[in-house]
């Protein structure tokens, strides 16, 4: 149905416009009218609004509880098949008669006309008199009075409803439906509740319908959409950094128009993110790469490291809109907390592992006379002292027993820094013994 219906009432206009064979937009353009959707109207609190009929609709349709959907959607459902029934299937003036008696459809006819309006069918115009003038009040010609109700035809149909014509030439379904619609003589009315109740129309979205009548009935027009939105869809792309071939953008787009998300910029971005790949290495380019190095950089920052296939994993995610590179910061640094227990406190409070070990890796590097980046956390000596325990409980690692354990390492033997010690240390030993040099 095109006319928006709260999803509770959706079961109750769907059967009764199904009962009657009447579209749906109209059983829910009438009820909308009548109960203005009030949840105190209709399923599934009750049914009060449904049940303001005519005085002798009860009567009619036998007893029941007004307030009750099951019995509202039979007394609406027996009330208008009566009427329908009595005005030779006119809609028109079934609605009419619905709102001011069958006896005034007259009177009727503007509630009528606005049922039909809003459900975006034409009006049609009850016959009156007959040929040469003689009114419904002579008894003599009653019985040749007849409603106006237009003939089914394929040119009607391109005039009055272009996208159902469509439709018809090219689903087969609808095809037979509307060979059945002509054969038998069926009302518009009537033929449309057939195509809004079949199943090709319930398995179809309202902008797959529509997209698929451009490019059955206006094949230039489509094409000029799909070659527009396949530019702006490789822009985008792009930008995120996905490269799309001219197939799969072409086909994207296509997609896109058929789903009605051609204008959704996070429906659009969830799928290209299905498209995103590294462009170099393992790199990635545009806004994904933004995003790789970013959370590269919080990697470096705090001390821990993760998987490269779950690192893509982020990224498309992020791509997606199903992630943010905050929300993996906030992974990371929980990670981190959990491996440096002795500053869990700081690193969940938002510092840096790399701000605590600077003063392990700046001693380092002067001792082992290193130059500045020579040194990193991930540094198998600095990782060491941040995991630090005494007694088996994670502590700040003195840096007094952190120089010894550097001078503890091969390398530190071939420095200038050794060499001087070495010498310090044998002059000490010559004075030691009285020596003097």
């Given amino acids: 149905m095109t006319t928006y219906v709260p999803p509770q009432y959706q079961n109750w206009v769907t059967s009764a416009a199904q009962q009657l064979g009447i579209p749906v937009d109209v059983v829910a353009a009438q009820i909308n009218l009548e109960s203005s959707w ?29 307030t009750n959907p099951s019995d509202a959607l039979n007394a609406y459902v027996a009330y208008m098949k009566y009427l329908l029934q009595l005005e030779s299937g006119n809609l028109q003036l079934a609605l ?9 459809t007259t009177a ?5 006309s606005q049922i039909l309006s809003q459900s975006g069918l034409p009006t049609t115009t009850p016959v009156t008199h007959d040929n040469n003038g003689v009114s419904l009040g002579n008894s003599n010609v009653v019985d040749s009075i007849t409603t106006n109700v237009p003939m089914l035809s394929l040119d009607q149909l391109k005039s009055e409803y272009p996208t159902v014509a469509a439709l018809v030439t090219s689903v087969p379904e609808l095809t037979n439906i509307f060979n059945q619609a002509v054969s038998g003589t069926w009302s518009t009315d009537k033929f449309i509740a057939a195509v809004q109740n079949s199943s090709w129309w ?53 997609n896109a128009l058929m789903g009605g998300y051609d204008q959704n910029t996070a429906v659009i971005d969830q799928k290209l993110a299905d498209f995103l790949k590294p462009v170099s290495g393992l790199h990635y380019g545009g806004q994904a790469g933004t995003y790789e190095q970013q959370i590269r950089q919080s990697m470096l920052d705090l ?16 791509i997606a809109g199903k992630q943010s590179v905050q929300g993996v910061t906030s992974q990371l640094r929980t990670q981190a907390a959990a491996m440096y227990p002795a500053y869990s406190q700081q690193i969940n409070s ?29 540094t198998p000596l600095i990782k060491s002292a941040l995991q630090y325990t005494q007694d088996g409980q994670a502590q700040a690692m ?23 010690a070495f010498m310090t240390n044998a002059h000490q030993v010559l004075v030691n013994f009285g020596f003097e040099y």
């Fill in 38 to 66: 009030n949840p105190n109207a209709v399923s599934p609190t009750g049914a009060k609004g449904l049940a303001q009929f005519e005085p002798d609709t009860w009567s009619l349709v036998g007893k029941g509880d007004p």
């Fill in 303 to 318: 001390g821990v490291q993760i998987p490269e296939a779950q690192l893509d994993s982020q990224i498309q995610q992020i």
């Fill in 96 to 104: 009419a008669a619905y709102n001011a008696g069958p006896s005034n």
């Fill in 398 to 420: 003195p840096m007094y027993d952190f120089e010894h354990q550097v001078r503890q390492q091969p390398s530190w033997l071939q420095t200038d820094n050794a060499q001087d």
């Fill in 202 to 254: 319930a398995n179809t979205s309202s902008s797959a319908r529509t997209a698929f009548a451009t490019m059955k009935s206006d094949p230039a027009t489509w094409s000029q959409n799909v070659d527009n939105l396949q530019a702006q869809m490789t822009n985008t792309a792009a930008q995120l950094g996905v490269a799309l071939t001219p197939q799969q953008a072409q086909e994207f787009a296509t």
């Fill in 108 to 112: 009727g006819m503007g509630y009528a």
């Fill in 350 to 378: 938002g510092m840096n592992t790399s701000d605590i070990a600077s003063p392990y890796i700046q001693r380092a590097q002067q001792l082992l006379e290193q130059g500045p980046g020579q040194m990193n956390i991930n």
